[in-house]
């Protein structure tokens, strides 16, 4: 990759600040990379005028010694979930080929206000109902280190995108884990921010009580300025929380000496691929080294735990898409169409059992969250997936679904609500990236950034970048 | 009542488009669904009543 492309998003908007280069050179270098992995299907909409012309735009006003903010001037990609005005946004589905919102979601023209030149609309699991974003509409995208393997997903075209330096930052969106297995998957950063912390209005549903937004970059560092942009009230989406935001890259450089890392008992460290097992137990070492406190915890009823996510996870999109179901169930691909009308299958009783759940074990995270400043674990037990494996063998003669199998680890924070960071801590024997997982209290991102910023500035694996093949 | 005739029944009390075929095709995913409420069931059956409430909103 050039130095240009693989540059942090720090830097290049640095670069554009001093006018080393300008935007509309590094927009059409991140265009060109476009158009060289178009077989990975990558994008859905490519926006090469438009993004040319407010690169432009972003060029005058530095000239003349302005900047818009932090993103000034940088290419950025939306996954195709999320509201722009008058630009089509799919959700990754044939039934909404059509749409064109009326106006932008309030993420978008977060990023817009901040300078960012929205380059594109990546490619997702249609609906954002899956974990692999095998879409049957607008192709297979393939992951970033192996093109025979998935991207993980849903916001699987935004991790790849952000891998392969076709551009500098991405918004995905995550309900059971979908900021943080394609970040995982890909070799790259991602984190889900606290229920309430980032405006959901715009961004086409999927689980309403799990529904979260957030930024996929190549460093922490970059995370916490896209998070900065992005976090706040809104009036429009009422769920957003009054709780302030803050300057997340204020504690970047605290590092970690006495902070205490949690990690599950009888669980964090069971039922891992031995590789990821061994990225695992390399990355608390490291943080060892680095003067944290590794802790043993306990979540007393994380045994029922996917049982609960998937009954959330499954009945609300079922309400939300029940009216399509009932009208156009073949327009929907058949992965995605079993889901919704399975979940349709569950009783009110069933589901509120999972509500009740949700109740018990967001106070045991809390309980251990008194005990521990984060939890972390593998983001997922396994790295990324051949195209059309749908099963995994993680213990030997046990084939498991690799839906539940992806969530094993970030259904903790899906169904607790709290924040969780996915940072790169290596790489299996054939070359795929590992990630881990931060988990911290609600509102408590800037901590999960110093924390994965410590490890990420004491090793090179975020540094890492595929190779085109 | 197995696992296809419960589908159909109710798909047909939510207005829903089901035949047999299409029954069939859901089944593995309705069986491991309904095994897991099932766990999830008798987890918490052992809750008095005045356990915490199903409340659905995150209070931070």
């Not at chain 1, 691909?333 to 109740?359: H, K, N, W």
């Not at chain 1, 309980?367 to 939890?375: F, K, N, Q, S, T």
């Not at chain 2, 052992?46 to 659905?56: C, E, R, T, Y």
Request: aromatic share 6%; proline share 4%; net charge negative.
């Amino acid at each position: 990759m050039s130095e240009l492309l693989g540059a942090t998003l720090t830097e290049i908007a640095e670069k554009i600040r001093t006018r080393e280069v300008t935007s509309e050179e590094v927009t059409r270098c991140c265009l060109k990379r476009i158009e060289e992995t178009s077989d990975r299907n990558i994008f859905i909409s490519v926006y090469e005028r438009e993004s040319l012309a407010q690169a432009r735009a972003c060029d005058l006003l530095t000239e003349a010694g302005i900047s818009l903010g932090p993103l000034h001037g940088v290419p950025i990609a939306l996954k195709d979930n999320i509201n722009m005005k008058g630009l089509r946004t799919t959700a990754g589905s044939k039934i909404l080929r059509g749409n064109i919102p009326k106006e932008d979601a309030t993420v978008a023209a977060r990023l817009r206000s901040a300078g960012a030149v929205i380059i594109g609309k990546t490619n997702m699991h249609e609906f954002a109902w899956g974990g692999t974003t095998e879409n049957p509409h607008y192709g297979c995208c393939a992951n970033a280190w192996d093109k025979t393997r998935n991207p993980a997903g849903s916001s699987g075209g935004s991790g790849s995108a952000v891998a392969l330096g076709c551009c500098y930052g991405a918004l995905g969106t995550d309900t059971g884990g979908s900021v943080r297995l394609p970040s995982a998957v890909n070799g790259i950063t991602g984190i889900r921010p606290s229920i309430g912390r980032i405006s959901n209005y715009g961004v086409i549903p999927l689980a309403y009580s799990e529904d979260t937004v957030g930024p996929m970059c190549r460093s922490v560092e970059d995370c916490a300025v896209m998070f900065g942009v992005l976090a706040g009230h809104d009036y429009r989406d009422k769920t957003t929380a009054l709780v302030a935001a803050q300057d997340y890259t204020a504690e970047l450089h605290k590092g970690v000496r006495d902070i205490r890392l949690g990690i599950i008992k009888d669980y964090s460290m069971l039922h891992n691929q031995p590789d990821v097992q061994k990225c695992y137990e390399e990355a608390l070492e490291q943080f060892r080294s680095l003067g944290a406190i590794i802790k043993e915890i306990e979540l007393p009823d994380i045994d029922t735990l996917i049982d609960a996510q998937l009954i959330i996870d499954a009945v609300e999109p079922s309400a939300v898409h029940l009216d399509l179901l009932r009208k156009r169930p073949e327009e929907y691909g058949e992965d995605v169409r079993i889901l919704l009308e399975a979940g349709c299958m569950f009783t009110g009783t069933q589901y509120l059992q999972a509500l009740s759940y949700r109740s018990i074990f967001k106070a045991e995270v809390e309980e251990a969250l008194r005990e521990v400043d984060a939890i972390v674990t593998p983001t997922l037990p396994f790295t990324a997936l051949k195209i059309g494996q749908h099963e995994i063998e993680i213990v030997p003669g046990q084939i498991e679904d690799g839906l539940s199998g992806n969530m094993r680890y970030t259904a903790i924070a899906s169904v607790s609500g709290k924040p969780a960071l996915s940072i790169p801590i290596g790489f299996d024997a054939q070359g795929l990236p590992v990630g881990m997982q931060i988990l911290g209290e609600a509102f408590e991102e800037a901590l999960l950034f110093r924390i994965g910023n410590a490890y990420q500035q004491s090793t090179g694996y975020a540094k890492r970048t595929p190779v085109l093949g | 009542m197995d696992a296809k005739e419960k589908i159909l029944c109710v798909s047909e009390a939510l207005d829903m488009r089901m035949d047999e075929a299409r029954a069939a095709a859901l089944e593995p995913t309705y069986t491991d669904w309904m095994r897991r409420a099932k766990c999830l069931d008798e987890k918490m059956a052992g809750l008095s009543l005045d356990a915490p409430a199903a409340a659905n909103v995150f209070v931070h």
